[in-house]
């Protein structure tokens, strides 16, 4: 974002700015390295979006088409790993750099130099996971999840991907301290905790949930590690381990984790409603309770992941009634964005159709999660098409919709240009048309029986597949909109103003637009 | 032209719905065929319309409000931004509501974890990539029918079907298997699951049933299916390469029949499995059986041998007695069939154990070498 760059050299005078890769290499201000979040995950975005379009190109027909069997399962492991540690997590990094401080009126993040670490682990763990369809093997081929004993068979390039999930998991433990640090520390005056954004609130929440469990994740690939070369056996049943333990580890990580990648959306889409309904966001205390409640919830629901494992009757009906639970926080943030739109005097711009869209959609996969909650009905479609549609309502509908509408929402602060709302309109129709056309059908897949993760598949299966590949070609190709979009604002356009939406009204509007390199070089003062 | 996409959506919604209502359709759940899977056919269409009523209702404000509540008509914005009752109210009610959802839930629950007293009780081995299943002793009401019956399900869908784009599909297209699991109709079936190498599910939509299978590990489940037919289903947990390739096929057949099946497949047990089953020899003591209820069953020993025996055996390496040269042979089929197959499957001289694949079953190692001697004779 060469616009905020060339705009702040000549507003700082206090350090000096070395140019071209240098400046990025060893940049220290949070928007650079928010700058720098959010093209990495952009990169990734791609890469695992390619990955989706070779799973269904193989998956449009019945047959082995394109791939082998083994390759196909690499592309779909590969496409989760990336997608979750690489697009979706490393975006809201970004937003977190770029807004947590202009937000909360700090001049920059509490720890700068780590920072700069932070992201710079990331390049390397993402080159291990391209790398590793290079290397003899392949790419792990064991599903995102990595289950033992599965993953254990597996060749190098496991070993790869586990090493590329420490190292991003240092990373984001990083961030996450960086951030709890900045904002229980760097608040400008007069700025409560019960008066912060509620963006700042979910992401201090999301930043508690990351600290919690990503040394879970670090220990379960770290027992799958010495397990495959150092002859342990937690997770063999010969040597007195168990399989299904690492299961209990992975998703006591895995759970907090999918609120760790929509929890920073609520938070988005609790800044962009209000601003366009040019209303007070309706209930803010009540959603800084359920986004924590959610948050602790999400500690005692990781089981439901494993309810065909075989666990007692009083297990599935612990684990059934504290999933169910969760319906409720989720159902208190819908009701109050919709009250916050009631009577409101709305607009709508691309970041409001996105973010509107978002709760639409989201609510459909909310819904299917507490069908899926159900311990009965979840036994039947566990492990089905039905629970590849219900994650993506959430993770893409729900996380990725959210990211469009910030970005779409805050370019022009961080650019100083207004963005081509036509190619921003453009990009949400098609994004919501294709989205829907993809993945509605595979409810209706994984009802009918069809498992997930398998190449090929029998003839009635037939015609939801080819419906579902032609959406996911044309999701794929809708993101290049996006890209547009956004290199178009980036270049030029239309001069923002500093406050361009009109309902706005958190710190950050308060500064010009682009934002200066250093946000608040003297706190201001909230009343 | 956006008012009338929503439009359009929001007045789809109810056809939706209908459509993912009706028995027998591609767009819900497969017909169920026992109790359980009634059970949770009918949980999910009360949940299902549950979610649909309140995703209705939510949204019918939401739009309204989208499309009343504008700037471009001149609304002007109100500010509330509280309000205890409305908050309260609507924390409450779907918890009620979340409450009534989990009242049959649990039943459900209770009954499917319910394994006790079964009529039948069959082992299911998850294979890297295939089933395996033994009909266990049990004491129910078909206590001693199927005693020790041994099979194994591979996928019966010709690979050129898979590979070729130019060969016709069969209507049951990677849900076919070479040998059914057979179950009788309206008696309480238990199976029991583990596996050999990885984790596998067991999973037949149409009785409501999945269960991991778990190497290690016994877990369990059951069902009573309500009508006799052919039923299918698929491995349902990632397990390799051929994961998409290990379909289940249960064939449930009246009791008299199924009492005949055992029948006729008991004595295969007894006698000494050949290659191919109908030539099985009657004559075969029945000890042998007892003594040995492992060696049994339809294993096709040709497949065993031309996959892993004949590296050796087909070419007299490392010392190993040709197939099919008869005078190497008839002093080691002197020594009996038992003694031949305990070699085989302990190992003897260069041969390792089982030829040096722990993974196959007794009875594949001992149709193995019946397929040989049969060659050899």
Redesign the interface.
């Known amino acids: 974002m060469e616009a905020v760059h060339g705009h702040a050299d000549d507003h700082d005078h206090a350090h000096d700015h070395p140019s071209g890769l240098t400046r990025w290499l060893t940049t220290t201000n949070h928007k650079d390295i928010g700058t720098l979040y959010l093209w990495f995950s952009f990169a990734m975005f791609i890469t695992g979006g390619l990955l989706a379009m070779g799973i269904r190109a193989e998956l449009f027909q019945p047959g082995m088409q394109l791939w082998n069997p083994e390759f196909f399962n690499q592309l779909t492991t590969m496409h989760g790993l990336i997608m979750v540690f690489g697009a979706i997590m490393p975006a809201f990094v970004g937003f977190a750099n770029w807004q947590i401080p202009m937000m909360i009126g700090a001049s920059d993040m509490a720890f700068a130099r780590m920072n700069n670490f932070s992201f710079w682990l990331l390049p390397p763990a993402a080159a291990l996971l391209v790398v590793s369809f290079f290397v003899p093997g392949g790419a792990t081929g064991a599903g995102w999840t990595l289950y033992a004993p599965l993953s254990v068979q597996q060749g190098m390039g496991m070993d790869l991907a586990i090493f590329a999930i420490h190292i991003m998991g240092a990373s984001s433990i990083m961030g996450s301290i960086n951030i709890i640090t900045t904002i229980l520390n760097m608040r400008a005056p007069g700025m409560t905790l019960m008066k912060m954004p509620l963006f700042v609130w979910t992401w201090l929440i999301t930043a508690y949930l990351l600290i919690a469990v990503m040394p879970v994740l670090a220990g379960a690939v770290t027992m799958l590690l010495t397990d495959r070369h150092f002859d342990t056996h937690f997770f063999n049943a010969a040597g007195g381990g168990d399989p299904v333990l690492y299961q209990h580890v992975f998703w006591f990580f895995g759970h907090p984790e999918v609120y760790i990648m929509i929890l920073p959306a609520f938070g988005i889409v609790s800044q962009v409603i209000p601003a366009f309904a040019r209303k007070p966001l309706f209930g803010y205390s009540s959603m800084v309770y359920a986004t924590a409640s959610i948050a602790i919830l999400s500690f005692i629901v990781w089981a439901h992941h494993m309810f065909t494992t075989g666990m007692p009757a009083a297990g599935q009906l612990f684990f059934m009634y504290a999933t169910m639970l969760i319906a409720v926080p989720t159902g208190v943030k819908v009701f109050n964005w919709v009250a916050t739109m009631w009577r409101g005097s709305m607009t709508f711009e691309t970041p409001m159709l996105f973010a509107v869209g978002f709760i639409f959609v989201f609510t459909m996969g909310g819904f299917t999660g507490l069908i899926l909650s159900v311990t009965p009905v979840d036994i039947q479609l566990q492990d089905t098409y039905y629970v590849v549609a219900h994650f993506h309502y959430v993770l893409v509908a729900g996380s990725l919709f959210a990211i469009f509408s910030g970005i779409y929402f805050w370019l022009p602060k961080w650019t100083g240009h207004m963005v081509d709302e036509r190619l921003g309109k453009a990009h949400f129709w098609c994004s919501m048309i294709f989205f829907n056309l993809t993945f509605f059908v595979m409810h209706f897949l994984g009802l009918a029986g069809m498992p997930r993760r398998i190449p090929d598949y029998s003839t009635q299966f037939a015609d939801f597949n080819a419906i579902a590949s032609v959406g996911a070609f044309g999701f794929g190709l809708s993101q290049l909109i996006f890209l547009a979009a956004v290199i178009k604002c980036i270049r030029g356009g239309e001069k923002a103003p500093a406050k361009p939406w009109e309902g706005a009204d958190s710190l950050e509007w308060t500064l010009p637009s682009p934002a200066p390199y250093h946000s608040f070089e003297t706190p201001p003062v909230v009343k | 032209m ?1 008012k009338k996409s929503l439009g359009a959506a929001l007045a789809m919604l109810p056809l939706w719905a209908g459509a993912v209502l009706a028995a027998e359709s ?5 017909p169920p065929k026992s109790v ?2 009634q ?2 056919y009918s ?2 269409t009360i ?2 319309l549950i ?1 649909a009523v ?2 209705v209702g ?2 019918s ?2 739009f309204y ?2 499309f009343k ?4 008509l001149g ?9 205890t009752v ?2 309260v109210v ?2 409450i009610i ?2 009620l509501i ?1 409450m009534g ?2 009242y049959p ?2 039943k ?3 009954a ?2 319910d394994t006790s007293n079964p009529d039948l009780t069959i082992k299911a081995t998850g294979y890297q990539w295939k089933w395996g299943y033994e009909y266990i002793k049990g004491d129910g009401d078909l206590a001693g029918v199927g005693d020790g019956i041994q099979l194994y399900s591979n996928l019966a869908t010709p690979r050129d ?5 130019n060969v016709a ?1 069969s ?5 076919e298997v070479d040998t059914p699991l057979v179950v009788p109709v309206g008696k309480k079936v238990r199976i029991l ?1 583990t596996a050999n ?3 596998h ?1 067991w ?1 037949v ?1 149409a009785f ?1 049933v ?3 299978a ?4 016994i ?3 059951w069902f009573r299916a309500d009508t006799t037919g052919t039923f299918r ?13 290990m379909p289940i096929v249960v064939k449930v057949v009246s009791v008299e029949e199924f009492k005949t099946w055992a029948d006729q497949n008991k004595t295969k047990v007894a006698a000494a499995p050949a290659e191919t089953v109908v030539d099985a020899a009657p004559a075969a003591p029945v000890q042998v059986a007892a003594a040995e209820p492992a060696k049994a069953g339809k294993v096709d020993g040709k497949k065993v041998y031309d996959g892993l025996c004949a590296a050796c055996h087909a070419t007299g390496a490392a010392g190993a007695p040709k197939t099919a040269d008869k005078a190497a042979w008839k002093p080691r089929i002197a020594q009996g069939a038992d003694t031949l197959h305990q070699h085989a499957i302990k190992g003897i001289r260069a041969m390792p154990a089982k030829g040096g694949n722990p993974a196959l079953s007794d009875a594949e190692v001992t149709a193995a070498v019946d397929h040989m001697v049969g060659q050899s004779k």
């Open positions: 956006m591609k767009y819900n759940l497969q359980i899977a059970e949770i949980l999910h949940i299902m979610c309140i995703f939510v949204f404000v939401m409000s989208v509540h504008r700037k471009s609304y002007k914005a109100a500010h509330f931004h509280e309000n409305v908050e609507w924390t779907p918890f979340l959802m989990a839930a649990t459900t629950v209770i499917m974890k079907q898979i590979y070729d784009k599909k209507p049951d297209y990677l849900l699951t190498d990885v984790i599910a999973w939509p409501g999945k269960q991991d778990i190497p290690g590990f877990r369990d489940t289903g698929q491995c349902a947990e990632l397990c390799g390469k051929e994961h998409g390739f």
